[in-house]
């Protein structure tokens, strides 16, 4: 099994910053895509960011040139700094993974998440 486990979230003024992390932990062949997601009150899911092991990455049209996404393949850690922060990012902020592992003698596969962190702007 393999755990993602958040951390870094909190209470910040609008204009402030935030840098969460997530690593990833268990029986892991390697990951493909981490990205972090986020969920306010009463909307969808939404993708913030994404970074394939390569390092190519994408972001929601909202957060960019405030946010970076980067990770540390050794340490199968995603972080994700959040800058110039707005009452409008205030969310759950999700980790994901794409985690390849033997199964069955073949490799696949599978998607993991995170607990969730909140993030909340507000003066």
């Known amino acids: 099994q393999v755990q993602l486990v958040e951390s870094g979230g909190g209470l910040v003024q609008p204009g402030g910053s935030l840098r969460l992390s997530c690593a990833a932990s268990?029986?892991?062949?390697?990951?493909?895509?981490m990205g972090w997601y986020r969920q306010a009150p009463g909307k969808e899911r939404e993708l913030v960011a994404a970074?394939?092991?390569?390092?190519?990455?994408n972001y929601a049209d909202s957060v960019k040139d405030r946010f970076t996404i980067s990770r540390d393949n050794a340490k199968n850690t995603v972080y994700l700094q959040m800058n110039s922060l707005k009452p409008e990012d205030t969310a759950v902020y999700y980790c994901?993974?794409?985690?390849?592992?033997?199964?069955?003698?073949?490799?696949?596969?599978?998607?993991?998440w995170g607990q969730g962190t909140q993030v909340t702007v507000s003066s």
């Open positions: 994901n993974a794409e985690v390849r592992n033997w199964r069955l003698a073949k490799l696949i596969d599978e998607s993991y």
């Open positions: 268990g029986s892991i062949f390697s990951i493909n895509a």
């Open positions: 970074i394939t092991s390569g390092g190519s990455t």
